[in-house]
């Protein structure tokens, strides 16, 4: 596999083939890079709502009225949407089921190395909770690490997507419920294969140059 093709050939897609599907074991793998995506010190403060139906994805539109109408074909037209939400709380309960889930998968090889990495996370969880004050911009943020290694993997999957930040995400959350559950909505990501007529996918792409963007260290 070539990354630099990959790279190249991904783009935010405009238009979705609506008659295309994404297969079932293409998706499973899509599935695999939401669970198993990178976030600072293993937080996952995150769940994911799917829709793969004209029905759900239907339902996700609530986020693209109004304001926000003009995705709504990137919703409706695509194979699977993706609802990227994020914890409104990363509580002391949470970091011990962490804990304990890690335990369960054998990280430890030793015991001390349990409070090891329990101290670690709880550096980190309570310097954004109480010092910096921004637990939930904090939790966002990994959301965000996730959607890049979903865009990532989809193109090296031949998959075409778009991340969707201009959605009403009060909408969204009144539609599943999510602040009961402990959640809020962030963004979407439209995933399917694009449309003949889709002019984004001809455009080059406009980067800034290597010179630019990058200091090598000698």
Not at 60 to 72: C, E, I, K, P
Not at 132 to 143: C, F, S, V
């Amino acid at each position: 596999m070539n990354m630099i093709e990959v790279v190249k050939n991904r783009y935010a897609t405009k238009h979705f083939d609506a008659s295309q599907t994404i297969p079932d074991e293409t998706f499973e793998q899509i599935k695999a890079l939401l669970r198993f995506s990178p976030s600072s010190v293993n937080s996952q403060p995150w769940h994911f709502i799917i829709g793969h139906t004209p029905e759900a994805r239907q339902r996700l539109t609530a986020g693209t009225q109004g304001a926000f109408v003009f995705n709504s074909a990137k919703v409706l037209d695509a194979s699977h949407v993706i609802l990227f939400c994020a914890k409104t709380d990363i509580d002391d309960d949470y970091l011990q089921a962490l804990l304990e889930l890690e335990e369960q998968a054998g990280r430890f090889a030793d015991p001390s190395f349990k409070e090891t990495v329990h101290a670690g996370r709880l550096k980190f969880v309570n310097m954004h909770r109480y010092d910096l004050k921004d637990a939930q911009h904090w939790m966002e943020k990994q959301l965000y690490l996730n959607m890049g290694t979903v865009l990532l993997g989809a193109g090296a999957l031949g998959i075409d997507a778009v991340p969707l930040e201009g959605v009403d995400t009060k909408a969204l959350n009144d539609e599943f419920g999510l602040i009961e559950q402990g959640y809020t909505a962030v963004a979407m990501v439209s995933l399917g294969y694009r449309a003949e007529t889709d002019f984004n996918a001809a455009l080059p792409k406009a980067r800034r140059s290597e010179d630019e963007i990058f200091t090598l260290l000698s």
